[in-house]
C-alpha cells in the first residue's frame, strides 16, 4: 500500500516553491506504518496537499498515484471506494452536518464500512471527553468539541492511510495528546499510515519522517 | 452490511416545498387519468362500433351508381357502368376490389304461395360473394336445381313490416321470413315460363337487393333475357377507407353517386375516436409536463441539499447508491399516484358500462389490459426519468 508523489504541485503555484518546499515538485512515497509529519507555514499549500491526496480537487501539475493507479483516472464511484476502504480524513474546517447530532454525524461514516461496532463510538466519545455530547445537534457543539467528533468520525472505517489537516488547532495540548494517542492506537490496529499536517513541529507526534512544505 | 439510508433521509431536505410537490403528484395523477380514460373509451368504441361497422377484414364495403340527370336520363348507356368504368375504378389504388351488381333483364314474379296471398313483380340481383355480409354455405346454385336461396335485405324486410298490415299480409320476423317458400316465376319473351321455389337463407344489412347467387342470374340472363353483356347499374366497391379525400373527389369528378348512409356510420366512429384519441394526447403532454415540474422539484430538493449530499459523497458515499436510494423515496408515491388513477378509470368504465351502456355485452366492466400495460410502462417511466435525473445531478456534485 503506497501512496506516491509524482511531481505535484499546485496549478495556482508558481515555480519558486519548488526550490524551498520538501515535497512540491518532489517525488515522494509513503508506505503503510509511516508516520509522516509535513511542517507548513500558513499559505504554503497544506490543506491542499490534504485535498489533493483525498482526491477532492486535482488542480495540480504532476501525479498521485495509489497503489499504481492514478487519482487522475479515478471514476466518482472509485473515489467512493477510495475514501470508504483506504483513505481517511480529518479536515481542518471539520466538515460535520450541523443539523445531526453528534451519535448522528459519526454513525453516518461508520454504516459506510463499519471498522468498529456501534458501541465503540460511546466509548471513543468518553475517552476524548465529549461523551455527554452524543445526543446534541453538532452545531451547538464548541468547535474544540466537534473536533473531537470528526477525529472519532475518521476512526469508523477501515483505512491505509490517515490524513490530519491541523487536528488540534482548537484542542489543549492535554486533550490533544489524547486524541493523538488514540489516533496512534487505531493506526496501528490496521497497520496504517498517518500524514499529519500542522503550522509547527508538535513534539507528541513520533514522526518516521518530516517534511517541510 | 447494507448501509441504511435512514439517517440520510432528514439530509434531503424537503420540508419548506411540499406544496409544489404535491402540485406535480396531483398533475401526475390528472394526466395519467386522462390518458388511461383516453385509452380504455378508444377501445370501448372499437368495441361497441366494431361489431356493427360496415367493415369487414378492416375494409369499407359501399355500393355506387352514376347519378341520374336530366340530361342522362332514357339513355341506359350512361347511367349503366360498362366494361371500361369497371376496370377503370379497379385501377385506382385506394380501391381494392370492384363487383357490379348485376340486375335480372327479364320479368320476375314472386308469390308466397297459398299461406300469403301476395304476388309481386320484382327485381333479383347478383353480386360477388365475397361483397355480400352474410353468406351461408347453402347460397349456391347449380343448372337443373329447383331451389333458389335468396340472401335478402333487412331493410327490405322491415319496408315490408311497415306495408304488410294494410294489404291484410302477416308481419313477418327475420326467423319467420326465412321459412317462407316463395315461389320466383321467370318470363322469357316468347311467352316461355319457368317457377322455381325460393326462400330467404340471410338478411344483409349490407346490400340493399334481393341477392341470388351469380351463376343462376348468369343463366337465367341467357335463357329468358337473351343476353350475356348485362351492364349493371350499381357497382360494390372495397375499399380500406371509405373517407379517404382521393377517392371521394374520384367519385364527385365521376359524378358517381354514393350512398353516404353506409359511410356516416364510419365517419362517427372516426370523429369519436378522433376527439379521444385528442384526449389522449393532451393526458400524455399533461404527463410529460408534471414529469418536469417534478423533476424542477427534484432539482430544487437537491440544491437545497447539496452541501449534505456534497459531504456524504466527500465521505464515500457512492454516488450510484446515493441516486438509486434518493429516486426511491418517490417509488411509493408515484405507484400510489398511478393506482389512484387506474381505480378511477376503473370506477368511470365500470359507471359508463353499467348506466350508459346497460351492461352491453359487447363491453366488459373491467378495465383493458392495454390500460393496465399503459400504467405500468407510465409507473417504470416515471421512475427511470427521476432515476436519471437524480444520478445526474449527483454527478455534477462530485
Known amino acids: 500500500m503506497q501512496l506516491q508523489l509524482q511531481q505535484v504541485l499546485p496549478v495556482y503555484f508558481d515555480e519558486n516553491h519548488r526550490t524551498q518546499s520538501e515535497v512540491w515538485r518532489k517525488d515522494l512515497t509513503f508506505t503503510k506504518g509511516e508516520y509522516i509529519k509535513i511542517v507548513a507555514p500558513s499559505g504554503s499549500g497544506k490543506t491542499s496537499l490534504m485535498h489533493f491526496l483525498y482526491g477532492m480537487r486535482n488542480e495540480y501539475n504532476g501525479n498521485i498515484v495509489y497503489n499504481s493507479a492514478n487519482l487522475r483516472n479515478y471514476t466518482p464511484e472509485d473515489f467512493a471506494g477510495y475514501r470508504k476502504d483506504h483513505v481517511s480524513i480529518v479536515f481542518q474546517d471539520l466538515r460535520l452536518f450541523p443539523e445531526q447530532t453528534v451519535q448522528e454525524n459519526i454513525e453516518l461514516k461508520r454504516q459506510l464500512n463499519p471498522f468498529h461496532p456501534a458501541e465503540k463510538i460511546k466509548e471513543m466519545a468518553e475517552r476524548l471527553g465529549i461523551g455527554n455530547k452524543l445526543a446534541s445537534r453538532s452545531r451547538i457543539c464548541s468547535y474544540g468539541e466537534q473536533q473531537r467528533v470528526a477525529i472519532i468520525r475518521s476512526l469508523m472505517q477501515p483505512f491505509d492511510f490517515l490524513l490530519l489537516d491541523e487536528p488540534f488547532s482548537h484542542l489543549d495540548d492535554k486533550n490533544s495528546q489524547n486524541a493523538m494517542q488514540l489516533m496512534l492506537e487505531e493506526a496501528k490496529l490496521r497497520n496504517a499510515a498517518i500524514i499529519f499536517a500542522d503550522l509547527e513541529r508538535i513534539d507528541w507526534f513520533p514522526y518516521t519522517r518530516i517534511f517541510h512544505l | 452490511m447494507a448501509v441504511s439510508f435512514k439517517p440520510i433521509r432528514s439530509l434531503m431536505q424537503t420540508g419548506t416545498n411540499t406544496g409544489s410537490r404535491w402540485f406535480s403528484y396531483i398533475g401526475l395523477g390528472i394526466g395519467v387519468l386522462l390518458l388511461l380514460c383516453s385509452i380504455q373509451m378508444y377501445i370501448n368504441i372499437q368495441q361497441l362500433l366494431g361489431s356493427e361497422s360496415q367493415r369487414k377484414d378492416g375494409s369499407d364495403f359501399i355500393s355506387i351508381s352514376k347519378t341520374i340527370t336530366n340530361e342522362t336520363m332514357g339513355q341506359l348507356e350512361k347511367n349503366l357502368f360498362n366494361a371500361n368504368d369497371i376496370s377503370e375504378i379497379a385501377a385506382k389504388p385506394f380501391i381494392e376490389g370492384v363487383s357490379p351488381l348485376t340486375a335480372n333483364r327479364f320479368r320476375v314474379q314472386?308469390?308466397?304461395?297459398?299461406?300469403?296471398?301476395?304476388?309481386?313483380?320484382?327485381?333479383?340481383?347478383?353480386?360477388?360473394?365475397?361483397?355480400?355480409?352474410?353468406?351461408?354455405?347453402?347460397?349456391?346454385?347449380?343448372?337443373?336445381?329447383?331451389?333458389?336461396?335468396?340472401?335478402?335485405?333487412?331493410?327490405?324486410?322491415?319496408?315490408?313490416?311497415?306495408?304488410?298490415?294494410?294489404?291484410?299480409?302477416?308481419?313477418?320476423?327475420?326467423?319467420?321470413?326465412?321459412?317462407?317458400?316463395?315461389?320466383?316465376?321467370?318470363?322469357?319473351?316468347?311467352?316461355?315460363?319457368?317457377?322455381?321455389?325460393?326462400?330467404?337463407?340471410?338478411?344483409?344489412?349490407?346490400?340493399?337487393?334481393?341477392?341470388?347467387?351469380?351463376?343462376?342470374?348468369?343463366?337465367?340472363?341467357?335463357?329468358?333475357?337473351?343476353?350475356?353483356?348485362?351492364?349493371?347499374?350499381?357497382?360494390?366497391?372495397?375499399?380500406?377507407?371509405?373517407?379517404?379525400?382521393?377517392?371521394?373527389?374520384?367519385?364527385?369528378?365521376?359524378?358517381?353517386?354514393?350512398?353516404?348512409?353506409?359511410?356516416?356510420?364510419?365517419?362517427?366512429?372516426?370523429?369519436?375516436?378522433?376527439?379521444?384519441?385528442?384526449?389522449?394526447?393532451?393526458?400524455?403532454?399533461?404527463?410529460?409536463?408534471?414529469?418536469?415540474?417534478?423533476?424542477?422539484?427534484?432539482?430544487?430538493?437537491?440544491?437545497?441539499?447539496?452541501?449534505?449530499?456534497?459531504?456524504?459523497?466527500?465521505?464515500?458515499?457512492?454516488?450510484?447508491?446515493?441516486?438509486?436510494?434518493?429516486?426511491?423515496?418517490?417509488?411509493?408515491?408515484?405507484?400510489?399516484?398511478?393506482?389512484?388513477?387506474?381505480?378511477?378509470?376503473?370506477?368511470?368504465?365500470?359507471?359508463?358500462?353499467?348506466?350508459?351502456?346497460?351492461?352491453?355485452?359487447?363491453?366488459?366492466?373491467?378495465?383493458?389490459?392495454?390500460?393496465?400495460?399503459?400504467?405500468?410502462?407510465?409507473?417504470?417511466?416515471?421512475?427511470?426519468?427521476?432515476y436519471r435525473m437524480v444520478k445526474k445531478l449527483l454527478y455534477k456534485l462530485v
Not at chain 2, 377507407?241 to 356510420?265: C, E, I, W
Not at chain 2, 393526458?283 to 459531504?311: C, E
Not at chain 2, 426511491?328 to 393506482?339: A, D, E, R, S, T
Not at chain 2, 346497460?358 to 426519468?385: C, K, N, Q, Y
Request: some cysteine.
Open chain 2, 110 to 386: 314472386l308469390s308466397a304461395g297459398d299461406i300469403i296471398p301476395f304476388s309481386t313483380d320484382m327485381f333479383l340481383e347478383s353480386l360477388d360473394n365475397n361483397f355480400i355480409d352474410t353468406v351461408p354455405p347453402n347460397f349456391t346454385w347449380q343448372e337443373g336445381q329447383n331451389y333458389i336461396p335468396i340472401v335478402f335485405s333487412s331493410d327490405f324486410l322491415e319496408i315490408y313490416n311497415v306495408f304488410a298490415p294494410g294489404y291484410g299480409l302477416p308481419q313477418l320476423s327475420a326467423e319467420t321470413a326465412s321459412q317462407v317458400v316463395v315461389f320466383i316465376t321467370c318470363y322469357g319473351p316468347n311467352g316461355e315460363k319457368q317457377t322455381f321455389r325460393g326462400s330467404i337463407v340471410a338478411l344483409s344489412d349490407r346490400v340493399n337487393s334481393i341477392i341470388v347467387p351469380k351463376n343462376f342470374l348468369d343463366w337465367a340472363n341467357n335463357k329468358f333475357g337473351n343476353t350475356t353483356d348485362v351492364k349493371a347499374s350499381r357497382l360494390y366497391i372495397k375499399t380500406k377507407d371509405a373517407n379517404n379525400p382521393d377517392f371521394l373527389t374520384y367519385l364527385q369528378q365521376k359524378n358517381y353517386k354514393v350512398n353516404k348512409d353506409k359511410t356516416k356510420f364510419g365517419r362517427v366512429k372516426q370523429v369519436l375516436q378522433g376527439i379521444f384519441s385528442g384526449l389522449g394526447i393532451f393526458g400524455l403532454l399533461v404527463v410529460i409536463l408534471a414529469l418536469m415540474l417534478f423533476s424542477f422539484y427534484l432539482q430544487l430538493m437537491i440544491a437545497r441539499s447539496k452541501d449534505n449530499l456534497q459531504l456524504l459523497l466527500m465521505m464515500g458515499y457512492s454516488p450510484n447508491w446515493l441516486s438509486k436510494n434518493v429516486s426511491k423515496q418517490f417509488i411509493p408515491v408515484y405507484i400510489l399516484v398511478v393506482l389512484v388513477a387506474l381505480a378511477f378509470t376503473e370506477g368511470m368504465q365500470w359507471a359508463f358500462h353499467h348506466f350508459a351502456m346497460f351492461d352491453r355485452p359487447e363491453l366488459s366492466s373491467m378495465l383493458h389490459w392495454t390500460v393496465l400495460s399503459t400504467a405500468i410502462f407510465l409507473i417504470g417511466l416515471s421512475l427511470l426519468t427521476n
